[in-house]
Nanobody, 114 residues
């Protein structure tokens, strides 16, 4: 059974940076599209970035120019580099495939203070 383990979250001041990692306990090369999602308190879980195939990336407008998604198939890992963080980026961040085919991991909490 494929599992997802996210890490790298934390508390950071506005304007700071974090790098999230998602290790997939299986071969992600079979998963054409991987994505990072986030869920803020009281809100639905939304996609913020996706990576398609070898490297085509798509971002939500709210993070465009600040976040970068990447993948390392050899390490079965997906990354999210987050720069110029804002308080509204505060959420639990999850990774998964698109469409969702894997049980959700525990996510990693990102808190941005003003």
């Amino acid at each position: 059974q494929v599992q997802l383990v996210e890490s790298g979250g934390g508390l950071v001041q506005a304007g700071g940076s974090l790098r999230l990692s998602c290790v997939v306990s299986g071969n992600i090369f079979r998963l054409n599209t991987m994505a990072w999602y986030r869920q803020a308190p009281g809100k639905q879980r939304d996609v913020v970035a996706r990576i398609i195939g070898a490297g085509l990336t798509v971002y939500a407008d709210s993070v465009k120019g600040r976040f970068t998604i990447s993948r390392d198939n050899a390490k079965n890992t997906v990354y999210l580099q987050m720069n110029s963080l804002k308080p509204e980026d505060t959420a639990i961040y999850y990774c998964n495939s698109v469409p969702i085919t894997i049980n959700w991991g525990q996510g990693t909490q990102v808190t941005v203070s003003s």
